[in-house]
Nanobody, 116 residues
């Protein structure tokens, strides 16, 4: 079993920044793929960013150039730096471990609200 705990969400004005954190309960961040998803009200959950064990990253087109996924192996934590936030970025953001010993894991989610 792996627990993923997100933090860092909140209310921010358009154009502002937030950094989300996802701490894993096992020392695995450096050896697995990790991802961030988001789900806005009335919409399906969508992939925001992914980072591989080799450090390769992919992003949804809607966040390219504004969001950055990174990890700190020593802290066993994955981050999502979000800049130039827009109202359409408002959603619950989830940390995801797609596969570890055959199981998928999700964090509890953290709310991000972009509003003036």
């Amino acid at each position: 079993q792996v627990q993923l705990v997100e933090s860092g969400g909140g209310l921010v004005q358009p154009g502002g920044s937030l950094r989300l954190s996802c701490a894993a309960s096992k020392r695995i961040i450096g050896i697995v793929v990790m991802a961030w998803y988001r789900q806005a009200p009335g919409k399906q959950r969508e992939l925001v960013a992914r980072i591989t064990s080799g450090g390769g990253t992919t992003y949804a087109d809607s966040v390219k150039g504004r969001f950055t996924i990174s990890r700190d192996n020593a802290e066993n934590t994955v981050y999502l730096q979000m800049n130039s936030l827009k109202p359409e970025d408002t959603a619950v953001y989830y940390c995801n471990l797609p596969s570890f010993w055959g199981s998928e894991y999700w964090g509890q989610g953290t709310q991000v609200t972009v509003s003036s």
